[in-house]
């Protein structure tokens, strides 16, 4: 027996919190995507459920709004046989000034084993998580990350064009606030993509060159160039003053309409990750013909939820 056949393979994931794709490895992207291409078929069963977290406890705990991630992680946990608890910041003793922190090791005292965060403040997830046993998943931490959504967005891309290598994929709009932008940079370049942002000054910082991104100011000379537009929400609640004259003007230089699009190549994907601004960042047309993928991102987000949750709970249980 040669030491090869006695030596085990190192397992492909090991964390225990998933907390943005910036500190992932190309191969743990691509095995989280793998595992998410199993757990599709749950869905599509009359009977949604599969047993991998029965008797485990997983905590929502929303400090922002959601419709997407908050009930796509809920049906996903929910599909895995776990139990569910949702906290909700309104609701919750952080009104009355508990902290983070407290709030979660209260939780973790009930017995929870995953908790996912969205909080206002990037980088609360990954306090959390060094101070919780549990696993800790980043549903979105102010403008630094959300990493099932560039997750979901690369599985999209996937599921229509394979390997990614190669590809050209732009971000519209309002980078500079978005924290999908940014865990798809990290993701996509990983992946050997070549990725542009494209929007007005105010909103693409030229910083992002050294994420090795192109940047592009005018949206019309590159319409034919990439083969995915992910078109990103104007976060008016996040931006203290006014970044461009009017939204319609926005729409003028940088929403995707019918016109934009005929420009574009055949069979060019169009994104959103929700919520949209229709008549703002993308027309109704666009939004809902068939070069959009809208609605399979939201579909596939619950099979990469669900590969999140299995992965970092298998993780955590791995640990000595
Ligand atoms: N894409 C996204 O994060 O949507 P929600 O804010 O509805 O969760």
């Known amino acids: 027996m040669s030491p090869d056949d006695t030596e085990q393979a190192p397992p492909r994931w090991t964390r225990k919190d998933l907390l943005g794709l910036e500190e992932l490895t190309r191969e743990e992207i691509l095995h989280l995507l793998d595992t998410a291409r199993g757990f599709s078929e749950i869905s599509t069963r009359s009977i949604k459920k599969a047993p991998a977290l029965r008797g485990k406890v997983v905590l929502n705990l929303f400090f922002e709004p959601s419709t997407r991630t908050k009930s796509s992680f809920s049906l996903a946990a929910q599909r895995l046989s776990a139990d569910l608890v949702d906290i909700i910041k309104e609701a919750s003793s952080a009104t009355k ?19 996912i965060v969205r909080h206002q403040q990037a980088g609360a997830p990954h306090l959390l998580a060094r101070a919780l046993d549990a696993s800790v998943i980043n549903a979105g931490d102010g ?25 050209k994929i732009a971000l519209v709009g309002d980078i500079t606030h978005s924290r999908v932008a940014r865990s798809n940079i990290w993701g996509l370049r990983k992946l050997g993509v070549e990725v542009g942002v494209i929007g007005p000054r105010t909103l693409v910082p030229g910083a992002f060159k050294e994420l090795g991104v192109n940047i592009h100011y005018h949206m019309d000379e590159v319409l034919g160039h990439y083969d995915v537009f992910n078109i990103l929400r104007i976060q008016l609640e996040r931006q203290r003053r006014g970044m461009f004259p009017s939204v319609r003007e926005y729409h003028h230089l940088y929403g ?47 099979a990469v939820r669900m590969a999140a949750l299995v992965l970092t709970q298998s993780a955590r249980e791995a640990r000595p």
């Open 97 to 115: 000034g508990e902290s983070l922190v407290d709030t979660g090791k209260n939780l973790q005292a009930m017995g929870v084993d995953i908790v």
């Open 143 to 167: 403008t630094h990350e959300h990493p099932t959504q560039g997750l979901l967005d690369i599985f999209t891309m996937r599921e229509k064009f394979g390997d990614l290598a190669g590809k």
């Open 256 to 302: 995707i309409d019918q016109k934009r699009l005929a420009k574009m190549k055949p069979g060019v994907l169009i994104m959103h990750p929700g919520p949209i601004n229709r008549g703002v960042e993308i027309s109704h047309e666009v939004a809902d013909g068939e070069n959009s993928v809208i609605l399979q991102q939201v579909s596939n987000g619950l």
